[in-house]
């Protein structure tokens, strides 16, 4: 709170200080001008020193309120694309771990919950789940890099889809070099962990996914 306080102090002193120049101006001409072109003329710079604090003021206070749009504005674009990426995600590992069942929220976050020794009896990772996981990873950096231009995530949030993007790179490296289905299994479940941190630290996010998942044709699930 003292550091905010100095702050404002500290912003708000050349203002004061062209207000104070001002109003000693404008008293000393009604008070000691010698002619009256010279009063007047006083009294027009006093008048701008008065002024100029009441611009910069308005100034602050729309780019202030402009770059807040902004930012709510780049937290929903982002938001909504980082949800449409942990969607995708989840069906491809739907895919790769042969999952038939209905898409619901149950049977979702049943699967989110599955340990090693589960994932590594369904676990097959073809050329095409390869090629998602990586066109999903390349996405995932980007939005990563677009929050570190606007800062619209939390740190929290900025954590967890790090840790996201990484497992996912130890998988598609695992599966590229070594194939080892548990240690892969393994990085599955982290993934699958960071997704089901992700649904339980944005409630929005876990409301529109809840939604699209009851709004998907039957067909598609």
Known sequence: ???NIRTFLLKSLPYLMSIAGGVVLYTDAIDNAPTENLRDLIINVSAS??????????YDYTN???TRQMKRHMANTIGDQLNTLILN???VLRDSMSVRSKLTVENL???LTWRVSEIS??????ANIMNQLRAYHNDLDTL???????????SDQLENLTALARDMTHLMNENKFHKNRRISAKYV??????ILDWLDSDSVAALKLSKHLSDTPASQK
């Open 144 to 154: 990563l890099y677009r929050n570190g231009q606007t800062d619209v995530l939390t």
């Open 64 to 66: 202030s309120r402009i």
């Open 109 to 111: 976050n049943r699967m």
């Open 189 to 194: 479940e982290n993934i699958m962990t960071h």
């Open 121 to 126: 009896t369904r676990l097959k990772i073809d």
């Open 1 to 3: 709170m003292k550091l």
């Open 49 to 58: 020193l008065l002024s100029i604090p009441l611009v910069f003021l308005l």
């Open 89 to 91: 995600l989840i069906m």
